[in-house]
């Protein structure tokens, strides 16, 4: 049995921020309306994760539910079942019209972590992750230098953050860069309690 | 002698001493100097020299106004050029060389160039050196060039990083003096938040230096206080060495944060942009004092009178012993009187003014100063540095009354506001009368997406020049930024300021004011870009009347001074010369950055490894590691071919094609773009787009497709699976997967959007391998799993499996013409099944092959290459693809384009093949001659080559190409031209080069 | 650099996150249609100094189309909305000429 392998198998980096590679998840793209009842119990049932609202994502254990546009959801799960877990889907959709696929396998998933987790991210993103208008829950699909990427918080000094598999190398990379040592802003550590203009 | 004094020096600490070279001397400053009061502290008065006249200068200014002392700082891998010694921090070890001149800055040999300065004149290069014309290229370029460009380029790769940082804000105010520092607490009050920036090391600006009170209290107190308390205060960010280098679209912002230019050892990125984005900008820039124009007035030791203020009471330097200042306004007397406190003697106060000023006069006075009213600066003497000057009368001609000898002059022509950041995105300007500048009209600024102005003007760049009305104006943009930005201003009070009043200013733009043509041509506009007042007379005597034309023709204003000293008096020059007024002549355009700023920050963390992305497949390490020579597809790196040892690219491209046709050869083609299009409209949708039927398309088979714009050009071609009634997958070319992607996302979500379909990219889900070869089913059957023979699985149709121990969908369809399955497996598991194929193929003889070897087995079957046989112009029909257009179909895109006149019209070039007479290989897009020539008299032409390859498998060059009635004329002979001199003989001949029946697939 | 509301997922967008597509509310004409109307339809282009109806994708986000009514010259912006409409909702043409009194849609009186 050859293992599945991750696209950097684990690499990992210590600078302002801890940056690693997370290794194989389950990712599924589920699109459909997201008002239909099917979709949603496909989507929930998958993920035990309940439906976000737009521009959030919400955890269950291993399992999560991420907003990706008004017709679309990612589901997180473990890389095993990812497989068996589109069937079940596809079981619930039934005939409504709907798209379960995996793409476990066609991603990258990156965890940065620390106090300048922020920071760093924020060398890349031409997204307003100050503390006042970013935290755990939410979910935000941009551009992280230049590639596609989306990225979330899991608590507040730690952010997921998925990419295309064939780009891995470059967005560790860009990483590792944006966390070198001696490269902190202070900005966000400056102002815990920024309050925001919204 | 320019010397450090005892008094002063608030910015330095006389403990600690910095040691520096300058041209290879070692010299000592202290700690907080800048490197041109150090300088200036150990008498080196001159810094450059000029661009064209090579003048020796000085130090004309202490901070970014500052066109003359640019230097080359650091050396090797850490030099820049043209850096200001004025904002440059001193530090340990800083090492500075001086520029333009040879073969040193003591003797110049280009200065000769000053001495024939009345042949150079505005317009010079342009009128002398357009004949003949044929001299361009070949003398005056080459020359030009060489003599040309101010400071050095870089030799050797840049050791620094530099990073980007994305901020948003709700309030930003660029300038951290007392205006900056007031309009960003009034704003913060409101609970916006604030981010501040400030150009240079300290806070408060020029305050500190100029005196006055606020509140009762000193200038440099207030500015400690609020600096504190605006630290304190959670939504506030101060940063000062970050300069607000421009002001964009929708308040969008650049900073330019310099962290380690003055610390060289500290390691971490030298500069950071900061990509800011505020519902507010305060433009608390302040304001840049202006020179005089009068003769001798770049002569080193002539400075500002604001410069020469700070360098004594800042850093402690005198810039000389025995002063002149020549003004036309109050603010000047504070430099006498801080001279002559010090301990200098100051000789004169020539004040243009015939009634002189008010109690700063007084005050100057009373300290002994002399003071000559109506009078001028005819000239001053001396070459690198100041000897002496002649006074007259400022309403005459320049007849000297006296000459006095000095070593240093302070000049003042009055203050203009710093208005570049309010002008980048468009803010207009008036001219003030009564302070003779302009400033923002506050009826026209930039204007944001809310259709509101989002640039708030304060304190002197506003044109508020006294500390009081200062401090007022900065409040109330504070209060107006934050009310913009959705916020509630809280209601306090501006600070009192006080300070002495000033007497009115006399605009004065020539001094003295009917200076001759001798004293014109000495008197600068442009330091930086040797402009002077005759310049710009001459410009408009030769018609040049408009600022924008006459900042060309003299080059006034342009280059890194971006008009902050030259601005005012070159343009009232020109008003005077043309006989206009200045608010009619106007200004010319204000562009970011406001200074200079680094390449490496405007690149960020783009550079090396990251410079941009590069894709890799599940197999790109295994390629790496087994000599592959790597081909850029879009962002992809495919191998081009697998070097041996000793072999050549093209020894190695005819093996594996060899191979792959007698054997079995393995292609990585993960690359290519997998849409998944699912959905009850979904045959419907992919009958829109391929140009033939796709909704026919049985599941389990495959059908070929071609895609076309609505132009009617053909834009991708690919095979398509039909997976079940509602599924289908699409094959895209490798550097299609993205684009087609998006193609189909927007015709489905903003024409048929009522239509029932999804799109899913899984490109990157697998990784997909062709075996392709004679060999290739035994091969598979050697790592067992599902049924692959042609029972099983007929050409053209795909199956779901397991090959050994991997899931697997295998599609049994060719791009060679041999036997062929494309294998997808799971990506994570993609360089286990390659190593898998490699090992159970040993036996077989397996190799990889490269794109290279693919283009020629494609181009032997005569199958066409999107980006080769198309170029954006070439539709289906071109190509001989008629029967993979539906006639059926009552529409799909580019169907009714491919009925226009131009499409249908017969004489379009179509694709035939090309065989060379003797066997020798085509020159890749080499044209066919014809009879005659066209009308620009080039040869006429009626075909290209568009695919041209040698063949192992004929043993002979083969080539595709587009000729006029190509398929009317099998058989006949063409000639190609090539790059070469050589004419290449080629007949046209079916494109089919290689097993026309097509047997060999279909075994 | 525009910063654009994407109306479908409600993020202010930066404009490196979005890609350009042209004018809005073009009619399509395929077969059958004269050789005017589709030149049009292919080549003719508005290119107003004002009111502008444009297509946006937010690309780099949730991958969704929209128009956004815009001034060209001053690049103020009116409204973003959906791009599943043929011609602009009446919000948004009383949007824009409460901004621009005087101004019609596509030059109607």
Redesign the interface.
Known sequence: MSEPVSALKGASFDGLAHVEECGLQGMITLRGALSARAVQKAATVASGASLPDANRANMAGEGGLCWMSPDELLILCPYPRAAETVETMRKTLGKTHALAVNVSDARAMFRVSGGAAREVLAKLCPVDLSPAAFGPGQFRRTRMAQIAAAIWMEDDESFGIVCFRSVAEYAFNLLKAAAQPGSAVGVFAARPGAISGD | MSTRIAAHGRLIDRAKSVGFTFNGKPMRGYAGDTLASALLAGDQMVMGRSYKYHRPRGAVASGAEEPNALMGLGEGAKFEPNQRATTTELFEGLTARSQNHWPGLEFDVGAVNGRLSRFLPAGFYYKMFIHPRAFWKHVYEPVIRQAAGLGRVPGGRDAD?Y??????T?VLVIGGGVAGLQAARSAAAS???VLVLEQSAHWGGRAPVDGGTVDGAGADDFVRETVAELEAM????LRNRCMGAGV?????ALGYERLTDHAPR????RH?LW?I?A?RIVTATGAIERPLAFAGNDVPGVMLASAMRDYLVNWAVAPGRRVIVATNNDDAYRTAITLKTSGIDVLRILDARSSGGGALMQEARALGIRIDCGRAIGRVSGGKRVRSVAVCAQEGTGGALEEVECDAVAMSGGWSPVVHLWSHCGGKLIWDEARAHFRPDPERPP?????EGFVIPAGAANGELALNGILGDADEAGKTAARG???KPARSKAPRGETVEEAPLQPVWLMPRHADAHLRAKAWLDYQNDVKVSDVRLAAQEGYHSVEHTKRYTTLGMATDQGKLSNINGLATLADAIGSEIPQVGTTTFRPPYTPISMGAIAG??RG??F???????MHGWHEANGADWEPVG??RRPYTYLRDGESQHDAVMREVRNTRQAVGLLDASTLGKL?V???DAGRFLDMLYTNMMSTLKPGKCRYGLMCS??GFLIDDGVVARIDEHTFLCHTTTGGAERIH?HM??WL???W?DW?V?V???????AQVAVVGPDARKLLERLGGMDLSAGAMAFMEWRDGRIA??DARVYRISFSGELSFEVAV????G???WE?LMDAGREFGVMPYGTEALHVMRAEKGFIMIGDETDGTVIPQDLGLGWAISKKK??YLG???Q??PHMTDPTRWKLVGLETVDGAVLPDGAYALAEGVNANGQRNVQGRVTSTYMSPTLGRGIAMGLVLNGPDRMGEVLEFPGTDGKTYQARIVDQVFYDKDGEKQNV | MLILHCPNCGVDADETELAPGGQAHLKRFGPGSSDEDFHDYLFARENPRGVHFERWRHAHGCGKWFHAARDTATLEVFATYSAQTTEPPQAVLDAIAARRPGWTWRHES
């Open positions: 990083t990073e980007h940082f994305h901020c948003f709700d609970g916006a938040s959670p939504n506030v960010t964009y679209d929708h308040g969008y500290a390691g971490g990125p950071r990509r984005r519902r204007r944001g997406a809310d259709g930005a959705g916020f963390e783009a490894a990251i941009q992305p590069v894709r890799r497949t599940p962002q992809w998944l699912k959905g009850p609505e132009n998006a996302e927007e979500q903003t024409e959007w029932q999804h899913a990219n899984l490109t990157e889900q697998f121990e991997f799971p990506a994570s598991q360089l286990a099944f898998a009552e529409d169907k009714r384009a009925a226009r």
